[in-house]
Nanobody
């Protein structure tokens, strides 16, 4: 089983940055695609970004392109979400999720594709 723990959330002002971490505590993430999703109060969960087994295999939702970067550190068994130029609209609970995939499979943007989820970390961006 994969157990995911997110960290790095907090309260920042618009224009500032945060880096979220998604760490697997029990198994290596090397065979898993990892996605980040977010859910704002009163809204549906939405896809943010995901990374496949190959670090260059990434996908982003349009609203974060150019501002957010997903990456993985294999030595630390962690996937990061670097968020720059944060906007109040980015306020949400951010959760990471993992799905075991073959190396050539591109990461999914669909939440229902992922098998393991973390508890989430809160991000609040004030204007």
């Amino acid at each position: 089983q994969v157990q995911l723990v997110e960290s790095g959330g907090g309260l920042v002002q618009a224009g500032e940055s945060l880096r979220l971490s998604c760490r697997s505590t029990k198994r290596s993430l090397s065979e898993y695609a990892v996605g980040w999703f977010r859910q704002a109060p009163g809204q549906e969960r939405e896809f943010v970004t995901a990374i496949g087994r190959r670090s260059g295999d990434t996908v982003y939702t349009d609203s974060v392109k150019g501002r957010f970067t997903i990456s993985r550190d294999r030595d630390r068994n962690t996937v990061y979400l670097q968020m720059n130029s944060l906007e109040p609209e980015d306020t949400a609970v951010y959760s990471c999720a993992a799905k075991r995939v073959i190396v050539t499979m591109s990461p999914s943007v669909r939440a229902e594709s992922y098998d393991f989820w973390g508890q989430g970390t809160h991000v609040t961006v004030s204007s």
